[in-house]
C-alpha cells in the first residue's frame, strides 16, 4: 500500500515538473521572438525619417528645430562638399532667422572644417583663420562677431581665435 502512495507521489511530482518545463520553454520562445527584427524595423541616428523636403520646408518656414536637426544628423553621412555647404545653408537659417543657439556653432563649425581650420572646435584658441582666403575669413571673423554679440561666446574666447 505504501509503495501505492510513493508511486502516485512520484508521479504527481514528475507531471508537474514537465508542465513547469514546458511552461519555461514557451516564454523562452516569446521572448526570442521579442528580439526577432528585421533591418527593416531598424531606424538608426542618422536615417531620416521624414522626407528631405519635408524637412527643407519646415526649417525654411517654421524654424522646426527637431527637422533641422534630423536633417543635420543625415549630413554627416553625406560626402564633404555636401555635408559642409549644407549645413552652413541650414544652419544659417535657423541661427538668424529663428535663433536657435546650436546652429550659431554648428555653421561656425562647417566654415572651419570646409577650410581645414582645425579639428577641435571647442578650444577657440586652436582655431586659426589665418589660414582662409581673404573672403571666407571675412566670413568667420563676421560669424565670429554676432556669436559674441549674442553673448554665445566670451570675448576670451573670440581673441583666443588666430588671425
Known sequence: MKSK????????????????????EEEVKKDNKLYEVTQDDVITMNTMT???????HRIKNRGDRDSY???????????????????????????????YERCYFDYFKALCEKYAVHEDYQD????DISKMDKSSKKQA??????????KLINQENFNAVKR
Open 50 to 56: 521624414t522626407p528631405y523636403d519635408t524637412l527643407i
Open 69 to 99: 536637426d534630423e536633417l543635420f544628423y543625415s549630413f554627416m553621412e553625406s560626402p564633404f562638399e555636401i555635408r559642409t555647404d549644407s549645413t552652413m545653408f541650414y544652419a544659417k537659417i535657423m541661427a538668424v532667422k529663428y535663433n
Open 124 to 127: 577657440f584658441s586652436k582655431i
Open 141 to 150: 571673423e563676421d560669424w565670429l562677431k554676432l556669436m559674441l554679440d549674442k
Open 5 to 24: 502512495y510513493a508511486f502516485i507521489l512520484l508521479l504527481l511530482i514528475f507531471i508537474s515538473c514537465k508542465e513547469k518545463i514546458e511552461q519555461k
